[in-house]
């Protein structure tokens, strides 16, 4: 048996650096104290948020078919069945049975765009911001 090695050599890409389309967008100043501690809530739910869906998965387990779960014989949380099905993991799963229950539907859908293009003063208070952390919590700059 022959073995064929080949070495790959690296090579370097120069990028050129895209330029920051919100570089003049409004800025305002924020309390560097806030801004601190909105981080540290934002890490700290994130952990418990991980620790309760550990958890949740431990009490799932526990509860295996009941639809129901007691702590010293008081009934503290349910896992009941709902009416709804997960139809994209039915659909993954037996894409040949579920092909005969797919059925064409015509909507009407609203036109955002065109709304906001024929009247951007209505639209104006409605658009949707996005609220997010861009500089790493752990930055010891600011």
Not at 69 to 92: C, D, E, F, M, S
Request: charged letters at 30%; one cysteine or more; aromatic letters at 8%.
């Amino acid at each position: 048996m022959t073995v064929n090695m080949t070495s790959v050599v690296a090579r370097e890409e120069t990028m050129m650096p895209i330029p920051d389309p919100y570089a003049n967008e409004p800025t305002a100043e924020v309390d560097a104290y806030n801004y601190t501690k909105w981080c540290e809530a934002m890490d700290a739910a994130s952990k418990w948020h991980k620790e309760a869906d550990r958890i949740r998965e431990l009490l799932e387990k526990q509860l295996s078919g009941a639809h129901a779960g007691t702590v010293n014989g008081k009934k503290v949380l349910t896992n009941r069945p709902q009416r709804k099905y997960a139809g994209a993991a039915i659909r993954r799963a037996y894409p040949d049975v579920a092909e005969h229950f797919i059925k064409k539907v015509v909507l009407d859908e609203f036109q955002v765009d065109d709304f906001v293009s024929a009247h951007p003063d209505l639209a104006e208070p409605y658009r949707i911001r996005s609220f997010r952390m861009v500089v790493d919590p752990g930055d010891d700059t600011l």
